[in-house]
């Protein structure tokens, strides 16, 4: 799914200091924000179109090849939110510098990777770098431009950029995949990081919370170690089976990461994700169906360019072509959804979406070995993003509604988390799903019919949300939005 943030990362912006009296132009600060935003974004989705390569030079295992996606995911989304907290304590422009230090050199390190292990290594800490990096974007950009209509244009900007990052990615991996190799994928960071940083250096002023705030570390490390493992002894399932030591260990013990977290955020003073939150039943109905939304959408990409690769036989730069319509329909359902809200009501916006998208997956399950590019990958590619653009921006606005002023922009930051730890574990379930069904086998009809079920319990996953919204979600007017 393309990540196109429908919401702010940072946990409170309005105890910001002011910036400096002399500082540099308002569009050179946009211009390094959004660039730090741009990069985050396309590093979600580029790897996709490149994985069959990637996974034909290093030999890579079908196991090593969804954690070529889930290394970056589940690392971005454990640490996000306390990037955000690191920025209001160290200084967003220091934070900003160093989360894309790391996430440049982590693109280096994955560029000239020899082995699978450096691969993966490689795409953790370029998750963990993004996760610094992130937050900072835009309480940089809001910090820097004055309240009213000129912030409200910045931002969107901001989220343009990031929409515009999230539907570059496929047609920009496979460029580069097809015309230099996909270590370019990774290898093209490290130029434009040191560009921005300079850029970041030269234009960008420091700025911090007006109050001290405690890093929540233990919180980070437990609920990442907890997806990682989770989402390890789930793929476990497919080869040893369900009652394996290999299996059950893993499970037992992301489980146990997962609980010791939930210990540890109710016991301490500032943690990244206050309970109490949860408490509002509008933000706990909105968070757990964007998990399962997630869930459902987000290994769309890494099946489709799969299928269009490995099965109808396309190029890397063929099948990042393919993809841009639905890659692109995902910005319009975003740009309709806010006219829809006033008249049918946050929540039945969301779940129109929902079910337009469960539609698509429905329709793209339907693929053949020797589909049509119109019937197999553009029109229910379409439908699926179509649907996904409706249901987010409402999803965020109804987990935002009924939260404190204060909390607003942390709740906002936890939907997104919510939605990227869905994603991770959805992908570690929908690969196992689909590698059960194929039975090892590489043929092309095996591959379709285990992309097609991959798709078909993703409709399922999707379905489960509505119902999620349905029973859950309180009721509000369509005025609400």
């Known amino acids: 799914m393309v990540k196109t943030p429908a919401t702010p990362y940072v946990t409170n912006t309005e105890t910001d200091t002011a910036p400096p009296k002399k500082s540099a132009p308002v569009w050179a600060v946009l211009l390094a924000a959004c660039a730090g935003q741009f990069l985050v974004v396309l590093d979600v989705s580029v790897v996709n179109t490149a994985l069959p390569s990637m996974r034909a030079d290093l030999g890579m295992s079908a196991f090593g090849l969804q954690w070529v996606v889930n290394a970056y995911s589940i690392a971005f989304a454990g640490f996000m939110l306390l990037g955000g907290r690191a920025g209001d304590l160290f200084g967003r422009k220091r934070m900003f510098l160093v989360g894309l230090g790391l996430f440049t050199a982590a693109s280096l390190g994955g560029g000239l990777a020899q082995a699978e292990w450096q ?273 987010t921006p409402p999803l965020a606005s109804l987990a935002t509604s009924g939260a404190q002023p204060g909390d607003a922009g942390l709740v906002s930051g936890l939907v997104n988390t919510s939605r990227t730890m869905g994603g991770a574990l959805g992908l570690a379930v929908l690969s196992t799903v689909a590698a059960a069904r194929t039975g090892g086998s590489t043929s092309p009809q095996a591959l379709t019919d285990g992309y097609a079920t991959a798709f078909r319990t993703s409709g399922f996953i999707l379905l489960a949300g509505v119902v999620v919204l349905l029973l859950w979600m309180p009721r509000q007017r369509a005025s609400e939005d």
């Not at 929540?347 to 469960?358: F, M, Q, R, Y």
């Open 119 to 391: 691969l993966l290594a490689a795409r953790a800490v370029q998750g963990l770098g993004a996760a610094i990096l992130a937050p900072s974007t835009l309480t940089i950009l809001t910090s820097a431009v004055p309240a009213g209509p000129a912030r409200v244009r910045a931002i969107g900007i901001w989220s343009a950029v990031g929409a515009g990052g999230g539907a570059a990615g496929s047609l920009v991996g496979g460029l580069l995949t097809d015309l230099l190799s996909w270590r370019w994928v990774l290898l093209i960071n490290v130029p434009t990081g040191a560009l921005v940083i300079v850029a970041g250096l030269a234009w960008l002023t420091e700025s911090r919370a007006g109050q001290a705030r405690r890093l929540d570390v233990p919180g980070a490390v437990l609920v990442t170690g907890g997806l990682a493992t989770l989402a390890y002894g789930i793929v476990q399932t497919e080869e040893k089976g369900w009652t394996a030591a290999a299996t059950l260990v893993p499970l037992a013990a992301g489980l146990a990461l997962l609980a010791a977290f939930l210990v540890v955020e109710s016991r301490t003073k500032v943690p990244l994700m206050p309970l109490k939150l949860f408490r509002v039943r509008s933000v706990s109905a909105a968070n757990a169906a964007m998990f399962v939304c997630g869930g459902g959408m987000f290994a769309m990409w890494m099946f489709m360019t799969l299928y269009a690769q490995n099965v109808l036989g396309y190029s890397p730069l063929k099948a990042g072509l393919a993809i841009v319509p639905s890659s692109l329909t995902v910005v319009v359902g975003s740009m309709l959804a806010p006219r829809l809200m006033p008249v049918l009501g946050p929540k039945n916006v969301s779940v129109l979406g929902i079910v337009v998208a469960a539609a698509g997956f429905g329709w793209q399950s339907t693929m053949t070995v020797d589909g049509a590019y119109a019937t197999s990958i553009l029109l229910p590619g379409i439908v699926m993003m179509l649907g996904a653009g409706l249901a």
